[in-house]
Nanobody, 121 residues
Framework: QLVESGGDSVQAGGSLRLSCTSD????????MAWFRQVPGKEREGVAA????????YYGDSVRGRFTIAQDNAKTTAYLQMTSLKPEDSAMYFC?????????????????WGQGTQVTVS
């Protein structure tokens, strides 16, 4: 239903762009978000976009470095990551839900992708 791609290993200071493609089931979801998780820690909200109006939201740790966007067809969400730091290393997950009201909470999202690994060294 949600398929992420674009994860890779990069050096600190580098950039990556993650993609998340949604299918017909998740296309109707109003909010798309990116979360990340490292072993032993809770899933952390990174960024979200309200699909009907392109409103965007960011976590404090990534604001100014990451950009969330969607394509014109609103079937693919992107996470452009720049100035990457080792602490950005994590499994990144795409999520879809009906509202961005509490976008930082994983429990707000009913659809999840399998994740794509980002490693920054």
């Amino acid at each position: 239903q949600l398929v992420e791609s674009g994860g890779d290993s990069v050096q600190a200071g580098g950039s990556l762009r993650l993609s998340c493609t949604s299918d017909s089931l998740t296309y109707s979801s109003n909010c798309m978000a990116w979360f990340r998780q490292v072993p032993g820690k809770e899933r952390e909200g990174v960024a979200a976009i309200y699909r009907r109006g392109d409103f965007t939201y960011y976590g404090d740790s990534v604001r100014g470095r990451f950009t969330i966007a969607q394509d014109n067809a609103k079937t693919t969400a992107y996470l452009q990551m720049t100035s990457l730091k080792p602490e950005d290393s994590a499994m990144y997950f795409c999520a879809a839900g009906q509202t961005c009201g509490n976008w930082w909470k994983a429990s707000e999202f009913g659809y999840w992708g399998q994740g794509t690994q980002v490693t920054v060294s």
